[in-house]
C-alpha cells in the first residue's frame, strides 16, 4: 500500500513560520494531486492548498498570502510553507494524496497521514 509520512510541525509564536514535509511511499505507480488538510477541535476538516503533479495549485482564501505548497515529483514528497502564522491557524494538518499503486494491476486511490500537529501561540 501507500504511507503518507508528515514533519514538521510544531508550537510557533505568532507572526512566525513553519514548513511541513509529507514524503509518500509504497507501491507507487504515479502521485497525482497531493495536498494538505487542517482540522482544529469541534470543527470540520478543511483544504489548506493543493497541488497537482503538472504544479498547478489551489490555496484556501484564508490562508492565501501566507502558505504556499509546493512539491517534489521525484521524492513524492509535498511541502507547505507556513508564514505569518495566526492562532486561529491552530490545526492538526493532514497530508492527503490521490495515488496510482501497481500490484497486480493499476489501482487509484486517496490516502491520509496520520496528522502533524501545529500550535500558534498569541
Known amino acids: 500500500q501507500v504511507q503518507l509520512v508528515e514533519s514538521g510541525g510544531g508550537l510557533v509564536q505568532a507572526g512566525g513560520s513553519l514548513r511541513l514535509s509529507c514524503a509518500a511511499s509504497?507501491?507507487?505507480?504515479?502521485?497525482?494531486?497531493m495536498g494538505w488538510y487542517r482540522q482544529a477541535p469541534g470543527k470540520q476538516r478543511e483544504l489548506g492548498a493543493s497541488?497537482?503533479?503538472?504544479?498547478?495549485?489551489n490555496v484556501a482564501d484564508s490562508v492565501k498570502g501566507r502558505f504556499t505548497i509546493s512539491r517534489d515529483n521525484a521524492k513524492n514528497t509535498v511541502y507547505l510553507q507556513m508564514n505569518s502564522l495566526k492562532p486561529e491557524d491552530t490545526s492538526v494538518y493532514y497530508c492527503?494524496?490521490?495515488?496510482?499503486?501497481?500490484?497486480?494491476?493499476?489501482?487509484?486511490?486517496?490516502?491520509w497521514g496520520q496528522g502533524t500537529q501545529v500550535t500558534v501561540s498569541s
Open positions: 509504497g507501491s507507487i505507480f504515479s502521485v497525482n494531486v
Open positions: 492527503n494524496a490521490d495515488v496510482t499503486t501497481v500490484h497486480i494491476r493499476l489501482m487509484k486511490g486517496e490516502y
Open positions: 497541488i497537482t503533479s503538472g504544479g498547478s495549485s
